[in-house]
Nanobody, 120 residues
Framework: QLQLVESGGGLVQPGGSLRLSCAASTFSLDYYTIGWFRQAPGKEREGVSCINSSGGSTNYLDSVKGRFTISRDNAKNTVYLQMNSLKVEDTAVYYC?????????????WGQGTQVTVSS
């Protein structure tokens, strides 16, 4: 029921920027808390950022603070993850998720993911 689609990934050099989008067409994202996660090869999935339904509260993984910004545009039914000053260690598949909590970082619905590769 909660169908999410990520986009915006790609290949970028260290220090570059990307903006990921998480969009929904079958429901209104403004009703939901949205989390961003990533999974690098050989590593477990980790929470990257989270935003509550109003947009008034956000959380970030320590390693991305000051570089990544999560935001939402309810008119476009989209949540964004702006990623600046990208590092090689940011390389991963990035997923957005809905139907959960920023406190526990547990979610019921997931997108298919978008690949982010940071390499020179």
């Amino acid at each position: 029921q909660l169908q999410l689609v990520e986009s915006g990934g790609g290949l970028v050099q260290p220090g570059g920027s990307l903006r990921l989008s998480c969009a929904a067409s079958t429901f209104s994202l403004d009703y939901y808390t949205i989390g961003w996660f990533r999974q690098a090869p050989g590593k477990e999935r980790e929470g990257v950022s989270c935003i509550n339904s109003s947009g008034g509260s956000t959380n970030y993984l320590d390693s991305v603070k000051g570089r990544f910004t999560i935001s939402r545009d309810n008119a476009k039914n989209t949540v964004y993850l702006q990623m600046n000053s990208l590092k090689v260690e940011d390389t991963a598949v990035y997923y957005c998720a809905a139907g959960g909590s920023c406190r526990t970082m547990t979610f019921a619905s997931w997108g298919q993911g978008t690949q982010v590769t940071v390499s020179s």
